[in-house]
Structure formats: C-alpha cells, structure tokens
C-alpha cells in the first residue's frame, strides 16, 4: 500500500515537472515575442554586422533588459546575440512605452484564457452525461 502511495506521488511529481517544461518559453520564442514590443516603443535596433560588433555583443547577457547612465540620463539596451544578432538601444521613453506595452499584452493574454476557460465551462455544461449514467 505504502509502496502504491509512494509510486503515484513520484508519477505525479513527475508530470507536474514535465508540464511546467512545456509551459516555459524557449530564448527563441522570447526573442521572437519581446523584440516586436520594443521596435513599437521606439527601441533602435542596431545590427551586428561585422565582425567587430559581432564580438562586442557576445559577452553581453542575451534577452535582459539592461541599462546605463550617461550625463544623468538612462539608456536601455537588451541584446539578441543569438536570433537577429543585434542589440535595441532606448531611451527612458521608450522603456515606459515598452512597459505599457508589457502591461497590454499580458491583460490580454489574460483575457484570453478566461476567454477559453468560459467557453470550455460553457461547452461542459452542454454536455450529456456519460453514457452509464442511464
């Protein structure tokens, strides 16, 4: 008994694992995600095109959202090194845009899954019961 318990904790461990791995964004679909927002707010993107820039970005931390000071004014840059090989330098303005935008795109993610967690209640309930319920 104890030995059934413990087996069925451990499978069910495990599959809360694996979901969580399936539910997680790869790099590349962060990129692909966040990089549109930042063009939309105003972010500059520079190209690593050459060799020189090429070897500048590498050690740079990839898909973070860094910034600096210079002359007592913020500039935001978040480096893609790996997808579009490129850096997008911002201004504390285009921060706040992108922020906003953030702040949009996860209401409406948020919509969207009420959205379908309401139809999908909504199409249960239309459901007859199981058949060996008569």
């Given amino acids: 008994m104890a ?3 413990l ?7 495990a599959a809360a ?7 997680q964004e790869s ?12 063009s939309a707010a105003g972010f500059h993107m520079i190209p690593a095109d050459n060799d020189q820039k090429v070897s500048a970005i590498q050690p740079l931390p990839p898909l973070r959202m860094r910034y600096y000071a210079k002359n007592g004014k913020l500039t935001y840059w ?7 090989h ?25 919509q969207e899954m009420t ?9 249960q309930m239309m459901m007859p019961p199981p058949f060996f319920w008569y």
Avoid: H, S, W
């Fill in 78 to 84: 978040f480096a893609d090194r790996d997808y579009c």
């Fill in 27 to 38: 790099p590349e679909q962060r990129a692909k995600r966040i990089e549109p927002m930042l």
């Fill in 115 to 123: 959205a379908e967690e309401n139809e999908q209640a909504a199409e």
């Fill in 17 to 23: 694992i694996g979901a969580c791995a399936l539910f």
């Fill in 3 to 5: 030995r059934t318990f």
């Fill in 7 to 13: 087996f069925g904790t451990c499978l069910m461990l």
């Fill in 86 to 110: 490129c850096v997008f330098v911002g201004d504390e303005a285009a921060y706040q845009r992108y922020e906003n935008l953030k702040i949009q795109n996860q209401l409406a993610q948020q």
